[in-house]
């Protein structure tokens, strides 16, 4: 016989769980899920149009995430706590892996299923996404002609243009470099941030020191792996970015205007922190 702790009415009652809410804050109104879970306007009558849109929003919510410990990694770092960096930094690179494993799901629509609704995006792209922008810059990619797509509204342009002149993480980490007095270039310590990052024999000169005598730099050392495994989980994503958009639109052009493929497989060579990679072959 089935004693009433088994009886899923009784459990709840049992447990003392809350059944009135009438008074209280609750699970949707905490996480606003009114807002989030009517953010969905297909635009087509095609079925696959809600994977495509759930696809980019929860994207775009790890990217939201993902800014915001990257901009508290850098304060951080500027203030020389770098134990809150490392945690901060190595839970970017945990979100950077949930966005490539993202793609298997994206990756079940088929090229006449996509074809169904892409000309419901018009002009749209991801190339216009800003957080994602933001996440480049913040890298030290930095690219005038990216700003553009985002001139029609004055208050994104602005959080745009703030991480393009602002000193990126790797220019932060080569700062702190400095202080633990490693020999940095000055060069390197004080530029003009907008423009793109230029490798430099002395500086991988400098992060060697630290590579090769790790107790003694440990903090060094250990953003620089920090460093790498961002990097490492970056190129992954865009890996899984071109493979999956090869296998649904082939070489079409992309509806942001680009080639798209060979756009894509363009960005595969940015290397964003070339002496982290290049160090290696000295060790
Ligand atoms: C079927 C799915 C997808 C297709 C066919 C596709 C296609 C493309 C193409 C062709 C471009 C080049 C720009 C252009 O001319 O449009 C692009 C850029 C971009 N896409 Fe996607 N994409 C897809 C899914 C996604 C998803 C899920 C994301 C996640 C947020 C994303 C984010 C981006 C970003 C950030 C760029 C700019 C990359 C850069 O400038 O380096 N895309 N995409
Ligand atoms: N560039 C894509 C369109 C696209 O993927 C897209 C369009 C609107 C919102 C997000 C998109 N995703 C990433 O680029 C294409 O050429 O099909």
């Known amino acids: 016989m089935m004693t009433n702790a088994q009886n899923p009415e009784e459990i709840v009652k049992a447990e003392g769980a809350q059944l009135?809410?009438?008074?209280?804050?609750?699970?949707?109104?905490?996480?606003?899920?009114?807002?989030?879970?009517?953010?969905?306007?297909?635009?087509?009558?095609d079925h696959n149009e809600m994977l495509f849109i759930i696809q980019h929003q929860t994207s775009e919510l790890w990217m939201k995430l993902m800014l915001h410990e990257m901009r508290a990694a850098l304060m951080h770092l500027q203030q020389d706590q770098l134990h809150t960096v490392f945690k901060m930094l190595a839970r970017v690179s945990r979100i950077m892996e949930q966005l490539v494993h993202a793609w298997t799901v994206l990756s079940t629509?088929?090229?006449?299923?996509?074809?169904?609704?892409?000309?419901?995006?018009?002009?749209?792209?991801?190339?216009?996404?800003?957080?994602?922008?933001?996440?480049?810059?913040?890298?030290?990619?930095?690219?005038?002609?990216?700003?553009?797509?985002?001139?029609?509204?004055?208050?994104?342009?602005?959080?745009?243009?703030?991480?393009?002149?602002?000193?990126?993480?790797?220019?932060?980490?080569?700062?702190?470099?400095?202080?633990?007095?490693l020999p940095v270039p000055a060069a390197y310590l004080d530029r003009d941030w907008t423009q793109p990052y230029q490798a430099n024999a002395d500086v991988q000169s400098a992060w060697l020191i630290a590579y090769q005598n790790p107790e003694q730099y440990w903090d060094v050392y250990q953003l620089g792996e920090k460093l790498t495994?961002?990097?490492?989980?970056?190129?992954?994503?865009?890996?899984?970015?071109?493979?999956?958009?090869?296998?649904?639109?082939?070489?079409?052009?992309?509806?942001?205007?680009?080639?798209?493929?060979?756009?894509?497989?363009?960005?595969?060579?940015?290397?964003?922190f070339p002496e982290l990679w290049r160090l290696r072959t000295e060790l």
């Open 109 to 181: 629509m088929t090229p006449p299923e996509y074809s169904a609704l892409r000309p419901y995006l018009a002009r749209s792209s991801g190339f216009q996404s800003y957080q994602y922008r933001q996440i480049e810059f913040l890298l030290g990619n930095k690219n005038a002609a990216m700003l553009k797509p985002h001139a029609h509204r004055a208050d994104i342009l602005q959080a745009v243009q703030h991480v393009y002149e602002a000193p990126s993480l790797y220019d932060e980490a080569l700062r702190f470099m400095a202080r633990q007095g």
């Open 20 to 45: 009135d809410f009438s008074n209280d804050m609750t699970y949707g109104s905490y996480l606003d899920l009114d807002a989030i879970l009517n953010a969905q306007h297909p635009l087509s009558p």
């Open 229 to 272: 495994d961002i990097e490492d989980a970056f190129r992954q994503w865009r890996f899984r970015h071109l493979t999956t958009v090869e296998r649904v639109i082939g070489f079409k052009r992309g509806t942001g205007g680009t080639s798209g493929v060979d756009y894509l497989r363009k960005m595969l060579d940015v290397v964003l």
